[in-house]
């Protein structure tokens, strides 16, 4: 008999337009980033400067994905994200594990088109 597998939670954390979400592992055709700073910007501000930005430490590698450009995150350790202003939006902790990181998108009705979010 097959067990009805209930309550799988998977983390998902919207910040401006940046979206964190837990995924399950990283692809196989994944390439390390190399950071040499404290903080690793994941959203770009389109105008004012106020970027989103995941701590970097020990513990915490980025990867992209030579096929699909997406970037990845794993972390053995807790860190959080964060905007360079930092009253623009709250700090967010991010618990070990492996995410895929995006910008949200929205649909614009009149245009009938999806597009990035803006921040």
Avoid: W
């Avoid at 701590?55 to 794993?74: D, E, H, I, L």
């Amino acid at each position: 008999m097959k067990k009805k597998i209930t309550n799988i939670k998977k983390k998902i954390i919207l910040h401006g337009e940046c979206i964190v979400a837990q995924c399950s592992s990283l692809p196989d055709d994944v390439i390390a980033e190399s950071h040499a700073t404290s903080s690793v910007i994941v959203a770009n501000s389109e105008v004012t400067g106020n970027h989103h930005v995941i701590a970097n430490k020990p513990g915490v590698v980025f990867y992209n994905s030579k096929t699909t450009g997406k970037r990845y995150m794993n972390s053995s350790v807790p860190t959080n994200i964060s905007c360079v202003m930092a009253e623009r939006h709250t700090t967010i902790d991010i618990v070990p594990g492996t995410y895929v990181i995006g910008i949200q998108q929205e649909y614009d009705y009149i245009a009938q088109a999806k597009r990035n979010v803006a921040d």
